[in-house]
């Protein structure tokens, strides 16, 4: 037996409890949450672990009775939201104005699509609000024309590590951070269990490759005759790339080299074998096959969820939000429509995006950041810095990054998974783990000021050029290919 | 000497002149002080923007350089666009656009004026009817045509599929060779009531004894319409379908909203295009290269629309 003197016990017990205290400092209680244990279970096992005191946090950066004035636009609910997100949203303005009465705050939420083109023009004219919440797409765009202030998390009290480490790229331009992420998401792939079921599908399995979803897409449309999987495919709208990125690097391709851990940006891959293959895997659906919905071309995915509800879409990728929006369109509905509504919702199904012939699984890592602007370009030329970072600390933070993206996104502030909204939202949200788990296949748009008219106009110009006939799969793909690599020398 | 006198009697003649000039405009100084303000709002809204546009047009606005930093490239825009074959896709496009919209929406609106024209009961209501589509905003519109003619449960589509004279809903908007013509159905339904009620107006200065007086000496309805009716509505019908030829060159809100000018350009005019190269691709060079060529060609339009109303004055101060 081995006797242990009452001094070296409180020596060890000290040294052991300081350890313990360390250790969780780097996990559950410090900092960062430990993402090389990402799954749903540590997900689960972290929520609800720690206290926030927004306020508080915040008025270490701006105090609580500084009086200003701020101007702010942000990418606010659209039409595909489902209504609670507006709550949050109406909540989220109003404890602001409680928390710091003293500051003018003149607000203005703007649609996804708009966004980006009113706050372009608002630039040239000088007019530009003071801070700006943009989609993870915008802000590289703005940072490498000067019109943004260097931001990190650091500046409005937090720390970088408490942040994705994507998502942090995707604010980052020349090594110099200019944002906070708000909230980062993935999407996952939505099943209807009872068509599967009728099309003699298996109701409980997502198909497993992007080839099964060809599959499985075409065995429903010839079977019930209704659309297998949910294209979508028009220019200028945020859902294409969304759609079809996962599609296009689960088969290995990629617009540069933005699935590396390291992208360079110097190659373009569109063309490639492997490009080619994810876009002819669209092209079977669409034109061959006809399992699609034949106006995925001018659809956006708020067009997709009526069709969905209505039992006439088999498959869809998108956000955990559309099952709420799935209960919020069955409310309106009535008679007959009503129950075909519930009973497509009672077989709602979520299960991991399908993988690439190779077995590659990735997914857009998406979601949005705030910006304050450089005061030339902002209406007066000045900006109020206490109150912008006022609000980009309290969006930002575990609770507000949390609570805005309860329904259809997760907390840019990694932070926000240990609120006790989070152990709530794991309880209330259907599905949510199968999103959660999709976060580490996460690739983030090519963080390149090119990158809003690749995905937006080029990608979405690429998939129509194939779908329509006016060029061969091999055409469209070398003529995308061949516009990225103008774009990129600075051509028309 | 004469000569000299002429001379003389010119120059004296000229200054006169020009003391009465100065000397009109100085008694008119308060009604030029009035529109005054007017000419210099129009200078900040039309002339300072044309100006500007047109220096832009000599610029590169690459998409990681602020405005200010554009790069000069003399009439590279100019080239560039004139090579690109998404210019002569757009262009076709356009004219297609215009001529047919403008086409048939003047030859529906007439038809139309022509039969309200006519006494009959129920003609107010008939009228009030038709203008509808006019007054309703085209933003509305298109958003209720693009479900009329969705290629999924569009209306059209169900009660085709309904009514077994079609297997699946027609496919209008999400094919390369329907897509305009659909868009132009949607446009002349918006617009032919405009028409309709310029002809109208113009149809009341036919003098009803001529149209009496060609009928007792046996002309039929084609030869009255066309020897009596139609002459007087002539010029109306110039500047009626200039105004809508001009209105279509400019139209933006039905294929944008509905079609976002695919699917793979086909439903792209130039409004369209010039809107997604400056707020979708931010070349705001090449964006206002086109833009002046559109106000050239648009400035032409002008041109015989002035042109048409002088005549009109012309004849009225004749007559």
């Known amino acids: 037996m081995t006797s242990i003197s009452l001094g070296g016990a409180v020596l060890r017990a000290t040294v052991s409890t300081a350890l313990l205290v360390s250790l969780m400092s780097a996990s559950a209680m410090g900092a960062s949450v430990d993402l090389s244990k990402w799954s749903p279970e540590y997900v689960r096992s972290i929520a609800g672990t720690q206290d926030f005191d927004t306020a508080a946090d915040c008025n270490k950066i701006t105090p609580l009775d500084y009086k200003g004035r701020l101007t702010f636009w942000y990418q606010g609910v659209f039409e595909g939201d489902p209504d609670s997100l507006r709550e949050y949203y109406k909540e989220f303005f109003a404890t602001f104005r409680k928390t710091y009465p003293n500051i003018q705050l003149e607000e203005q939420g703007l649609t996804y699509n708009d966004l980006l083109d009113k706050f372009r023009t608002a630039l040239l004219g000088n007019a530009a609000p003071m801070a700006v919440r943009l989609q993870i797409l915008g802000g590289v765009e703005f940072a490498s024309k000067g019109y943004l202030q260097p931001l990190k998390p650091e500046d409005i009290g937090y720390s970088t590590q408490d942040f994705w480490p994507g998502a942090m790229k995707a604010v980052t331009w020349d090594g110099v951070s200019y944002g906070i992420p708000t909230n980062n998401e993935t999407m996952a792939f939505i099943w209807n269990a009872d068509i599967f079921k009728r099309a003699g599908l298996d109701p409980d399995k997502a198909p497993a490759t992007w080839e099964d979803v060809v599959k499985y897409s075409k065995q429903i449309h010839d079977k019930l005759n209704v659309s297998g999987y949910g294209l979508v495919a028009r220019k200028n709208a945020g859902n294409t790339p969304y759609r079809f990125m996962p599609q296009l690097w689960a088969y290995g391709g990629s617009v540069f080299d933005e699935t590396s851990p390291d992208p360079t940006y110097k190659e373009v891959e569109l063309a490639s074998p492997q490009s080619k293959a994810a876009l002819q895997a669209s092209y079977d659906m669409y034109v061959r096959d006809k399992s699609v919905p034949v106006s995925a071309l001018t659809n956006q995915q708020a067009d997709n969820q009526p069709l969905f509800l209505a039992g006439q879409l088999g498959m869809m990728v998108s956000h955990p939000s559309d099952y709420d929006v799935m209960l919020d369109l069955q409310k309106k509905a009535t008679a007959t429509d009503k129950e075909k509504a519930q009973t497509v919702i009672d077989n709602m199904r979520y299960g991991l995006i399908p993988t690439g012939p190779d077995g590659k699984r990735a997914v857009v890592f998406g979601g949005s950041n705030i910006h304050i602007l450089k005061p030339e370009y902002v209406e007066g030329g000045k900006v109020d810095e206490p109150a912008a970072k006022a609000i980009a600390c309290m969006w930002s933070s575990p609770e507000w990054s949390l609570k805005l993206a309860y329904v259809g996104s997760n907390p840019g502030n990694l932070n926000g998974f240990k609120t006790k909204w989070m152990k709530d939202r794991l309880e209330k949200i259907k599905f949510l783990d199968v999103t959660t788990s999709m976060l580490p296949y996460g690739i983030p748009f090519p963080a390149l000021p090119q990158s809003p008219e690749i995905m937006n106009i080029i990608v979405p110009d690429m998939l129509q050029n194939a779908l329509t006939g006016a060029m061969t799969v091999d055409q469209a793909a070398d003529d995308a290919a061949k516009k990225v690599k103008e774009l990129m020398e600075g051509g028309l | ?319």
């Open chain 2, 1 to 319: 000497m004469t000569i000299l006198t002429g001379k003389a009697d010119v120059s004296t003649v000229q200054r006169h002149h020009k003391t009465g000039v100065l000397r009109r405009i100085w008694d008119h100084r308060f009604d030029y002080a009035y529109v005054l303000p007017s000419i210099a709002v129009m200078l900040i809204v039309i002339a300072y923007p044309i100006y500007y546009t047109i220096e832009l047009s000599f610029f590169n606005t690459p998409p990681g350089l602020q405005l200010r930093d554009k790069i000069f490239v003399g009439i590279n825009n100019y080239t560039s666009i004139l090579t690109s074959p998404v210019f002569w896709t757009v262009t076709k496009n356009t004219l297609i656009w215009t001529v047919g919209s403008t086409f048939i929406s003047f030859v529906l609106g007439f038809a139309c004026a022509l039969a309200l024209h006519r006494d009959f009961a129920g003609r107010a209501i008939l009228r009030a009817i038709l203008i509808i589509p006019w007054v309703i905003s085209a933003v509305a519109a298109s958003y209720i045509w693009k479900w009329i003619y969705h290629s999924d449960f569009g209306v059209i589509g169900a009660v085709l599929v309904g009514l077994g004279l079609a297997d699946r809903p027609p496919n209008f908007i999400d094919n390369v060779d329907t897509v305009l013509p659909s868009l132009i159905v949607v446009n002349i339904w918006r617009e032919f009531p405009f028409a309709m009620i310029m002809m109208m107006a113009g149809l009341q200065t036919v003098p009803d004894q001529l149209l009496r007086a060609a009928k007792v000496d046996g002309a039929n309805a084609w030869q009255r319409f066309w020897h009596v009716t139609f002459p007087h509505v002539r010029n109306v019908s110039t500047v009626t379908i200039l105004l809508l030829a001009v209105a279509n060159f400019n139209s933006f809100i039905i294929p944008w909203i509905m079609t976002g000018g695919g699917p793979s350009n086909a439903s792209h005019i130039w409004i369209t295009h010039i809107y997604e190269l400056a707020f979708g691709r931010q070349r705001w060079g090449v964006a206002s290269a086109y833009s002046v060529l559109l106000f050239m060609i648009l400035m032409s339009f002008g041109y015989f629309y002035v042109r048409a109303l002088s005549s009109n004055d012309q004849k009225g101060e004749a007559e």
